[in-house]
Nanobody, 130 residues
Framework: QVPLVESGGGSVQDGESLTLSCSPI????????FAWFRQVPGRDREAVAT???????IYSETAKGRFSISKDSDKNLLYLKMNKPKTNDSKPYYC????????????????????????WGQGTQVTVSS
């Protein structure tokens, strides 16, 4: 499958908003999940937000109320809008995708674990300065 490509990372000041993008998001199958993960030092990647083919979204506790995941099929882009990120949000961020032939295999529709995704991007670094 075609790997994903993230963009939009960079350095921002505490209080500035930032939007990450990921492409391409066209899928072969009608049932799928897209996710944004971030790498925590010394730990596995943690899910920040997921969105499925019906538009259902799940956010981590740290992202809830601050970040927003969305997709634009016409533009072939997945977004993560980071509203006023904090210094501890400074991490590499990765987008990921998985498609399903049949029903969602996970009870919450989109898996919140790294192992649930088959296609990844190389990541984009976000650095927030105080």
């Amino acid at each position: 499958q075609v790997p994903l490509v993230e963009s939009g990372g960079g350095s921002v000041q505490d209080g500035e908003s930032l939007t990450l993008s990921c492409s391409p998001i066209r899928t072969r199958l009608n049932r799928y999940c897209f996710a944004w993960f971030r790498q925590v030092p010394g730990r596995d990647r943690e899910a920040v937000a997921t969105i499925d083919s019906a538009g259902y979204k799940i956010y981590s506790e740290t992202a809830k109320g601050r970040f927003s995941i969305s997709k634009d099929s016409d533009k072939n882009l997945l977004y993560l809008k980071m509203n006023k990120p904090k210094t501890n949000d400074s991490k590499p961020y990765y987008c990921a995708k998985v498609e399903f032939q049949h029903n969602f295999p996970h009870p919450s529709r989109c898996n919140q674990e790294r192992s649930g995704y088959t296609v990844w991007g190389q990541g984009t670094q976000v650095t927030v300065s105080s």
